[in-house]
């Protein structure tokens, strides 16, 4: 079945600093790739995804490029600000499993002032 | 706003008791779906709708049941509440397939069986 592994968290990070968020994924098929981001108290919502191999999402100056040679989605930000702080999912959705998005565990980042 | 409302916002329920966890979306999206979040689990699907009048079973339907009578109102219900239900629950819509069609959250149910 499919799958998704994210780094375990927290991340605790100065604010500037550059942000890696590892995310591999196993999958059936061909799967589009996502990051959601959850604020706290609130529900998920998307951030980027990529729907095909070496496409790069972008949003709010975060970006992850879909590799498939290595089946990862690592999730990048130049210069991170405290309003970043909030929970960071990768997840996948797979046309031969329906097309229903498996999550990954979730990373936290704390960013400090 | 448009968006997804769930109620209540928090319940502390006793085992053994039922409950019925709202969601109502006014984006008039055809799908909808229950996810529960665990620490460390992620969000795992419960049960999902593609439209109204059809539901299918996630990754854990155990112990949970969901009706779609119309687009707008997605119930989950507990007919006899364990503690290991306890969690924070989401509901969710798109307009289409998860690949191309993001999903809207709304803010969440966080339930716990004593």
């Known amino acids: 079945g499919n799958s998704v592994t994210q780094m375990e968290g927290p991340v605790t990070l100065s604010e500037e600093a550059f942000l890696t968020i590892n995310c591999t994924y196993t999958?059936?098929?061909?799967?589009?790739l996502f990051w959601y981001v959850q604020y706290p108290g609130e529900g998920l919502q998307l951030l980027l995804k990529?729907?095909?191999?070496?496409d790069k999402g972008s949003n709010k100056g975060f970006e992850a490029t879909y590799r498939k040679e290595t089946t990862s989605f690592h999730l990048e930000k130049g210069s991170v600000q405290v309003s970043d702080s909030a929970v960071y999912f990768c997840?996948?959705?797979?046309?031969?499993?329906?097309?229903?998005?498996?999550f990954g565990g979730g990373t936290r980042l704390m960013v400090k002032p | 706003i448009a968006g997804i409302t769930q109620a209540p916002t928090s319940q502390i329920l006793a085992a053994g008791r039922r409950m019925t966890l709202r969601c109502t979306q006014d984006?008039?999206?055809?799908?909808m779906y229950w996810y529960r979040q665990d620490l460390g689990l992620g969000l795992r699907l419960i049960h999902y709708?593609?439209?109204?009048?059809?539901?299918g079973k996630g990754e854990v339907p155990d112990g949970y049941s969901v009706s779609r009578a119309n687009t707008d109102d997605f119930p989950l219900t507990l007919a006899s509440a364990v503690p290991s239900q306890t969690s924070v629950y989401f509901c969710?819509?798109?307009?289409?397939?998860?690949?191309?069609?993001?999903?809207?959250f709304g803010n969440g149910t966080r339930l716990t069986v004593t």
């Open positions: 969710a819509s798109s307009s289409g397939q998860a690949q191309n069609s993001p999903l809207h």
């Open positions: 999958a059936t098929g061909y799967p589009s």
């Open positions: 990529a729907t095909k191999a070496d």
């Open positions: 997840a996948l959705s797979d046309l031969d499993a329906g097309n229903m998005l498996t």
């Open positions: 984006m008039r999206h055809n799908a």
């Open positions: 709708s593609n439209t109204a009048g059809t539901t």
